[in-house]
């Protein structure tokens, strides 16, 4: 066996070839060359600046083997004692070449060769050390508290932060989007009313708005989420950070300019749901994109849940106190203050935000390093979290998938039964079950309450049962999505049989088929996100165009059903989303799959994938770098 010590340093363009993309800028590293039975192993050790630095970053490489390498440090020259440093990747760049790579080094001297190749004990288990840095919590980096820096030692990890303020994100954007489904019942001049008090003369005034136009501007806010068919890319493509603010600033402007632009006329009330939706448009794929870079596969679907159930947050919280403010007067004269809250709880988000937010984890200040890298490692084989203008999407992969298809068609049925119970169930329960403005609001909040208890508490499972079962990622998804879609279907029916004096026990099954309703979210919404992570924002885009031509037609036809408010024409409402319910059953179990397709892998691994048919027979493996191209120092 023979030997060479080589001191090399990079420019950040690269290095060994098309693995020193990813290297860190004037890296320095110490190389150590050693050649024994035809197999040649290259060992890049960080210096001690640069690891304390927080710069230099895993290669991209084709294959990832776990491996625990057991290096000495020499005595020679008297610098360290003699220790065990762990080598957590190998990359196989061909049959006789590896590169080993140790992101938890913390320091760097001189090793020598007292250690063969027979020494390296190689794991069948490739996420073992991944699981392990994460094993304190779902979203954590596994640092005891008392060693992360005084502003972020209350949280578990700056990915949990990110969740939170995501879930923030969503609270804010779904207020103000699910408040006109409280504000218009004592907006409107309605025909029917259950008590005789008198409308006082400093109250706001009430719209005389027909049962089609109350349909229309519910209907606004789904045809501005048409747009998210081309803003689904961008967020792939540029800042989703950016797109975030934009999105909530765009939502409460709508918000704040609505109260005294709708007296004028309805079109300007229908044009401001447009708005809320078209913002609704950048927030949901510059959300999953979001997701994808700042999560290992195993947390997003913890990750999901928390971020999304932002808007059951949301709604919570908006449906009482807009009860609480339709029956008063003195606050702006009762609903118009509807607007006004959700508008400034908007800019609240939007301040916070620009402080906290980031695009993804190298742009975080505030993230340990040992963080980074745990993220940078996990999702280095899938592409993404890099802004590539050139790169373009595959559409024509995207529409003759039948897992993308399948997502589309379950998230649209999933969807069509939840906008009945968001959009109208204060309507449902003043018209069948007769309950006024605050107690409306308060059994109103109470299935949204429970939906948001089943996203966390599902997502939270399906995190736990991939981590400690042998159950197949695929198979857990396809599992809780079955058992919502039937809870959902089976107790939004079982609704229909109650008259308003079981009024209690309606409210109680429509909480059970809100929360049925949760387990969707570590099913046919984590599928969206795991099919092609690296276009993740193109598939949500794609996926939320048809259902936003869902939501369009949804409030339609329930208001041309909808005539008399009469409990006949309410079931029949439930009815058609009951059928609609159930189909994800069939459709997703058959043809849907949380695996990354072929079309979305990055190039090393389909090269490197034996199972891949669709990588054509002439592509090559890429060259074996030499150790003498590395630019010297």
């Known amino acids: 066996m023979r030997e060479r010590m080589i001191l090399a340093a990079t420019d950040g363009m690269g290095m060994l070839g ?70 957590t990747y190998i990359s196989i760049l061909d049959h006789h070449t590896y590169i080993v790579y140790s992101p938890l080094l913390q320091t760097c001297a001189h090793f020598n060769s007292s250690f063969s190749c027979s020494q390296t ?30 502003t972020y030692r209350w949280f578990p990890s700056w990915r949990f932060m990110t969740s939170i303020m995501l879930c923030f994100c969503f609270g804010c954007v779904h207020l103000m989007n699910s408040n006109m489904g409280m504000a218009i019942v004592c907006m409107v001049n309605s025909s029917v009313t259950y008590d005789n008090e008198t409308y006082p003369e400093n109250a706001a005034p009430l719209l005389d708005w027909s049962s089609d136009e109350q349909g229309y501007i519910f ?24 797109m975030i603010l934009v999105s909530v600033a765009i939502a409460s402007l709508a918000n704040l300019t609505l109260p005294f632009m709708a007296p004028i006329s309805v079109y300007w009330a229908i044009f401001s749901r447009f708005l809320v939706g078209f ?81 993804k984890p190298s742009k975080q200040t505030c993230i340990t390093d040992n963080e980074l890298k745990f993220i940078t490692i996990s999702n280095q084989s899938e592409d993404v979290g890099k802004k590539r203008t050139e790169r373009k999407v595959p559409w024509k992969n995207i ?33 069948v079950h007769h309950y006024h403005s605050t107690e409306n609001g308060i059994l109103s909040a109470l299935p949204t309450v429970s939906l948001w208890f089943a996203k966390i508490g599902s997502s939270y499972l399906n995190t736990w049962l991939q981590k400690n079962t042998s159950w197949k990622k695929d198979t857990i998804c396809k599992v ?109 179990n058959v043809w849907g799959s949380t695996e990354v397709q072929w079309w979305a892998k990055s190039k090393a691994s389909m090269q490197q994938d034996p199972n891949n048919k669709k990588m054509s027979k002439s592509s090559k493996a890429p060259s074996t770098p030499s150790i003498d191209s590395i630019d010297m120092a």
């Open 279 to 359: 913002a609704d448009a950048l927030l949901q794929p510059a959300m999953n994109s979001l997701i994808t870079r700042w999560f290992p596969t195993s947390e997003r679907s913890y990750a999901l849940g928390l971020a999304t159930g932002g808007r059951q947050i949301g709604t919570l919280i908006i449906i009482p106190a807009a009860g609480a403010l339709c029956s008063q007067t003195e606050i702006f004269g009762g609903w118009p203050s509807i607007f006004y809250l959700s508008g400034f709880i908007g800019i609240i988000f939007i301040f916070s935000y620009i402080f906290l937010g980031a695009d």
């Open 219 to 242: 209907s606004a806010f789904n045809a501005g989420l048409l747009v998210m068919l081309f803003t689904g890319g961008m967020a792939d493509k540029f800042n989703a950070k950016y």
């Open 399 to 431: 529409l003759t998938s039948g897992a993308v298809w399948a997502s589309v068609i379950s998230l649209v049925c999933h969807e069509f039964p939840l906008m009945t119970l968001i959009m109208f169930l204060p309507s449902y329960l003043h018209d």
């Open 121 to 150: 004990m190689m794991h069948k288990d490739t996420d073992q050390l991944l699981r392990s840095m994460s094993s304190v919590h779902p979203i954590s980096d596994g640092i005891p508290s008392q060693q992360r820096p005084l």
């Open 480 to 588: 809780l999505n079955s058992i919502g879609s039937i809870g959902l279907g089976v107790f939004l029916l079982a609704a229909t049989f109650l008259d308003k004096s079981h009024a209690w026990m309606a409210v109680l099954f429509l909480c059970l088929s809100m929360a049925s309703a949760g387990l969707h979210t570590p099913g046919c919404q984590l599928a969206l996100v795991s099919v092609a992570p690296a276009y993740s924002g193109a598939v949500t885009g794609f996926t939320f165009f048809f259902v936003a031509v869902s939501g369009i037609i949804h409030p339609i036809i329930t208001k041309m059903i909808v005539k008399d408010r009469t409990a006949a024409e309410w079931n029949l409402v439930f009815y058609i989303s009951t059928v609609i319910a159930i189909f994800p059953i069939v459709i997703f």
């Open 18 to 87: 098309r693995e020193r993309r990813n290297v860190g800028d004037a890296a320095c590293f110490l190389a150590l060359k050693m050649e024994s039975k035809k197999r040649r192993i290259i060992f890049l050790l960080p210096r001690p600046s640069l690891v304390k630095k927080g710069r230099l970053l895993p290669a991209a490489p084709s294959r990832h083997i776990p491996a625990c390498v057991l290096l000495r440090v020499s005595e020679t020259f008297g610098l360290l004692p003699v220790v065990s440093v762990s080598v």
